[in-house]
């Protein structure tokens, strides 16, 4: 192995920068083909992992939903408009270190899962990454801002409305 990359990995245009990013982007792109191929078991089960796995607002058996709801998505459709940002915030959000991204990852999920849950409509199941995305664009959002990182609000603003712009 060759020498640690120069610089600080959170400090935009170090070379430890650049080698985080690519470390981050290369998980991620191996992340989303595990989210095809859940929703292929979903699509081959009738959508049965939907209905076993997603958020159902207000029902104590829905609480699952917080957890598996974030990797099931109700048609192929719905993972391509989820995958393409999901890649880009994760990477952003990994490439500041893979703790913090579990960390970040679990409370996003808590968060925006038990808000869903709680607000949801009821009577209907509820599956997608959205909460996750909106969650990473937010994080990088408000860490951009505290630490006056403008490359981290830059993405963030980018990603949100490239979001915005391709699930309409």
């Keep these: 192995m060759g020498p640690e990359p120069s610089g600080d990995a959170n400090r935009f245009g170090t070379v430890a920068f650049y080698a985080a990013l690519g470390k981050a982007f290369v ?3 191996a992340i989303i083909p595990v989210l095809f191929l859940v929703e292929l078991l979903d699509f081959a089960t009738g959508h049965q992992l939907d209905q076993l796995g997603g ?3 207000r029902e104590p058996d829905g609480l699952d939903g917080i957890i598996f709801a974030p ?3 109700g048609s192929f ?3 391509y408009g989820n995958s393409v940002p999901l890649l880009l915030t994760g990477t952003f959000v ?3 270190g893979g703790k913090r991204f579990l960390w970040v990852t679990g409370l996003i999920a808590l968060v925006s899962g038990l808000g869903t849950w709680l ?3 009821p009577h209907s199941v509820i599956v997608g990454a959205s909460g996750i995305v909106f969650g990473y664009l937010g994080y990088l959002l408000v860490r951009g801002v505290v630490e006056r990182n403008w490359w981290s609000i830059a993405v963030s603003v980018l990603i949100g409305l490239l979001f915005g712009w391709t699930s309409r």
């Design 27 to 29: 998980t991620m792109c």
């Design 55 to 57: 958020l159902r607002p």
């Design 71 to 73: 990797l099931l998505h």
């Design 77 to 79: 459709a719905h993972l």
């Design 94 to 96: 990994l490439a500041t």
């Design 119 to 121: 607000t949801g409509p």
